[in-house]
């Protein structure tokens, strides 16, 4: 009896693995327009501004299939929260409003915290604030204060009060955290434009989805073109097929300086 035992545990191990696998293979790979966690982080270099950018055209999307929903009944203008730590400042600038998307450039409530506290105080309370329509913040390094206590606050009013969060994670290593989505980015080359080959292209991003709760990890190649985000799959996590920086959509001040993409 033993051993019958042993071969009907086998069985039922290798019938529990086969179920995990077939389970993981029909889950559904991420693509734009699926809803976005509630609570998502993206890390990027400081030196690029492709977090900011990526994150942002990540919120849009998301925003923009809550406009074409079936309670859509008019415009969204609700305003989104713009937070950032003085380090976050000096390494990527302040959001450029001219250089915004024209959806949201009159919308954008921008708030620069002295310390990581209060950056963090700041983003808590935007996400309590339903009058807003999304939540942005940039954060540098892996502060103390940020710490799986401070995440899991900020994802549970999240998802209390139904604002999305999306915090860049500047020069950050991957910590501990309770963000259900977790996205690595780095910029991607531009398609040349069709008329005018010395212009800038529209911005790209090399993406690599390394956690989420309900969409097995991938990499793709982001494209906005203002109106639509669209995604193509790569085929390993090195992303080859677009290796050389360009600089991105979208509009940071620094110093005086514009970054314009």
Not at 178 to 185: D, E, F, G, L, T
Request: hydrophobic share 45%; glycine share 8%; with cysteine.
């Amino acid at each position: 009896m033993s051993d019958s035992f042993c071969v009907l545990a086998g069985q039922s191990m290798l019938s529990a693995r086969d179920l995990v696998a077939s389970s993981a293979a029909r889950a559904a790979q991420w693509r734009p327009g699926l809803k976005a966690a509630s609570n998502s982080e993206v890390f990027a270099a400081g030196n690029d501004a492709s977090g900011g950018s990526a994150a942002l055209a990540l919120a849009l999307d998301e925003l923009r299939q809550l406009d074409q929903g079936p309670l859509a009944e008019a415009e969204d203008r609700r305003a989104v929260l713009w937070v950032q730590d003085r380090a976050s400042v000096r390494l990527t600038g302040r959001p450029y409003r001219p250089g915004l998307p024209q959806a949201i450039r009159h919308r954008v409530i921008h708030v620069m915290a002295e310390k990581v506290e209060d950056a963090l105080f700041a983003l808590e309370e935007g996400l309590r604030c339903r009058d807003l329509a999304c939540v942005i913040g940039e954060l540098a390094g892996n502060p103390r204060a940020l710490d799986f206590t401070a995440s899991r606050r900020l994802s549970l009013a999240a998802e209390k009060h139904g604002v999305p969060l999306w915090l860049v994670r500047i020069d950050a290593a991957r910590d501990l955290s309770s963000a259900r989505m977790r996205w690595q980015v780095k910029p991607a080359v531009s398609h040349a434009p069709q008329w005018n080959a010395q212009a800038p292209g529209q911005p790209r991003w090399h993406a690599e989805l390394f956690r989420a709760r309900s969409h097995p990890p991938g990499n793709w190649i982001l494209s906005d073109d203002g109106q639509t985000l669209t995604a193509d799959r790569t085929v390993s996590a090195s992303g080859k097929r677009a290796t050389a920086p360009h600089p991105v959509g979208m509009a940071f001040a620094a110093g005086g300086r514009s970054l314009a993409g």
